[in-house]
């Protein structure tokens, strides 16, 4: 599991929303960095990675709602949404890896049902896969970026002015 980066430069005498905006900002940047070859079905801690950035990403939103515009309830549905997609292929990862584990300590004979059920699984991945592909696809990223970095900029505004957020 990748660890969680550091925000640079917190400090406990920052406003509220520049807290936020500095957090929101490292925690969109982890969920886009551990997006790349995530439909790799290859490499399945690709998909675990971003799946735990969305997480982190998604308690940022929820803790820093105070001092975020309205706009924050979309952009916390999309991530919602990510979380959702990369949890359908994660369940399938976690299965296949399982049975292929559990498929090489059987008796020959045994495998072909077990086999079975790996081939029922893969079609499951495969669908899963199709479904992430979408709202995984860097331009969507680029979008999901370009939102969050609105959520930042309002939040730090509002620190700045001691206003309320828009």
Not at 98 to 117: E, K, N, V
Request: hydrophobic share 50%; charged share 30%.
């Amino acid at each position: 599991m990748a660890k969680a980066r550091e925000v640079p430069g917190l400090d406990r005498d920052l406003p509220f929303g520049e807290v936020a905006a500095r957090v929101l900002e490292v925690r969109c940047r982890e969920l886009i960095d551990s997006s790349a070859g995530v439909l790799d079905t290859a490499d399945v801690e690709r998909v675990h990675d971003m799946r735990v950035a969305t997480r982190r990403l998604r308690a940022a939103l929820e803790i820093f709602r105070p001092c975020l515009p309205a706009a924050a309830a979309a952009t916390l549905k999309e991530v919602k949404g990510l979380a959702d997609a990369l949890g359908r292929r994660r369940d399938a990862d976690v299965a296949i890896a399982m049975l292929t584990d559990f498929a090489a300590a059987m008796p020959y004979p045994d495998r072909r049902g077990i086999a079975s059920l790996i081939d029922e699984l893969s079609e499951d991945q495969r669908v899963a896969n199709g479904a992430l592909a979408a709202p995984a696809d860097p331009r969507h990223l680029a979008g999901l970026e370009a939102a969050i970095g609105g959520l930042a900029a309002a939040a730090r505004a509002a620190a700045a002015g001691g206003g309320e957020p828009s």
